[in-house]
């Protein structure tokens, strides 16, 4: 899977995306950029609320952005943050990746060179998805 993304302009993409997101709050600021199936990427900001449950966090607008958009399959995405080691999805976000694809490629990058490499699948172990509904 990673020999067809161009992580470089991934990142190029998720920091820019960082570059606009809203944190008076948190000042952590996050940037996505999601790669399609179709070749799109698409970007998303975490965008920080005075009420805080209404957040929403880089990677799940990402994707919410992507589905307005018609896309729905997913070969990767790039996370970029300005800490000093690259940081994982929340729990949330995770449960979004998977839903409409099971196992894709997920980078997160920080200001140092190295960055955090895994799968949804192996970020969200059992995860619980559509197959899990009791059917009629």
Not at 61 to 66: D, I
Request: charged share 15%; with cysteine.
């Amino acid at each position: 899977m990673s020999a067809t993304v161009d992580w470089t302009a991934l990142l190029a993409a998720a920091q820019g995306a960082m570059a606009r997101a809203y944190a008076p709050y948190s000042h952590f600021r996050v940037g996505a950029a999601l790669l399609t199936e179709n070749g799109l990427v698409v970007t998303g900001c975490n965008v920080e609320n005075a009420s805080y449950g209404l957040t929403i966090c880089a990677e799940r607008n990402a994707v919410f952005a992507a589905v307005a958009q018609g896309e729905t399959r997913f070969l990767a995405i790039c996370i970029a943050t300005e800490n000093d080691a690259p940081v994982a999805p929340c729990g949330a976000c995770r449960q979004v990746l998977v839903e409409f694809q099971p196992s894709f490629e997920v980078r997160s990058y920080a200001r140092g060179p190295e960055g955090l490499q895994q799968t949804t699948a192996t970020l969200l172990p059992h995860a619980f998805t559509k197959s899990d509904f009791v059917k009629p």
